[in-house]
């Protein structure tokens, strides 16, 4: 029998959401205590469950994360069908590609889950004049 990480064990609620810190997340930031993901394309407002996937993705840190994990994780012990985290998931990708000017991916991974990847963030223009 596998045993779960903890990564995968511990359920993203609401409220937890709202203690979470901001990050960056390619050209993005992400704001789960105000569900807002913001970028060089504007400002999104999400759905709190559409955030809690965004959340456990980024905490992933690129690795695969099943189905069944994200269930988990952002669902608890609430029993979905695969429509909840396929509805999700498109909302998701609607929200990275408007925002995050292509410098986020929400990749499926055939008969395993999703996985996130980021492309490693421009330094900002002053930060490139105190260099010099």
């Not at 709202?18 to 759905?47: K, N």
């Not at 809690?52 to 994990?69: C, I, K, N, T, Y």
């Not at 269930?71 to 695969?82: L, N, P």
Request: aromatic letters at 4%; charged letters at 25%; proline letters at 4%.
């Amino acid at each position: 029998m596998r045993r779960a990480t903890e990564q995968e064990a511990s359920l993203v609620t609401i409220p937890e959401l709202a203690r979470c810190s901001d990050f960056a997340l390619g050209e993005a930031v992400i704001s789960p205590s105000r569900r807002v993901v913001s970028g060089p394309g504007g400002a999104v407002s999400v759905e709190p469950r559409v955030m809690q996937v965004l959340v456990v993705l980024a905490e992933a840190g690129g690795q695969v994360l099943s189905r069944d994990a994200i269930f988990r994780r952002c669902w608890g012990d609430i029993v979905v069908g695969d429509d909840s985290l396929n509805r999700v998931m498109a909302a998701l990708r609607k929200v990275v590609a408007t925002v995050a000017n292509d410098s986020i991916a929400i990749e499926t991974v055939p008969r395993t889950g999703y996985t996130i990847r980021a492309k490693a963030r421009h330094r900002l223009q002053e930060d490139a004049s105190d260099d010099e």
